[in-house]
């Protein structure tokens, strides 16, 4: 059973390719052997689906992440009103 955490923010993860999904299954292996829980946050779409093909999605811990939908705007952008509107 895991007495840890560890975090792994792929935000800034440019290219995806199987070489990314080793590294990322053999931190995974090497958290498990140190006790420790990896759960990966901001993964980019591609190594999403790189790990579903490799069988590894459901091992590895993904984060959910949000998208926003088609017409959606993303958060912290404010709708315009009138000015004769009250304050939400």
């Known amino acids: 059973m895991p007495t840890g955490t560890l975090f792994l ?3 800034s ?3 995806a390719d199987v070489a ?3 590294v990322v299954a053999r931190l995974e292996l090497a958290a498990r052997r140190l006790g420790l829980e990896l759960r ?3 993964v980019p779409s ?5 790990l579903d ?9 993904v984060e959910a992440s949000r998208e926003p939908e088609e017409r959606e ?3 912290g952008v404010e709708e315009e009103r009138e000015l004769g509107d009250p304050a939400a």
Do not use: H
Not at 53 to 61: E, F, T
């Open 40 to 42: 990966l946050r901001r």
């Open 46 to 50: 591609e190594l999403r689906e790189l």
């Open 73 to 75: 705007q993303p958060l």
């Open 9 to 11: 923010d792929l935000a």
């Open 53 to 61: 093909l490799a069988g590894l999605a459901d091992v590895l811990r």
């Open 20 to 22: 990314t999904v080793d």
């Open 13 to 15: 993860l440019r290219d």
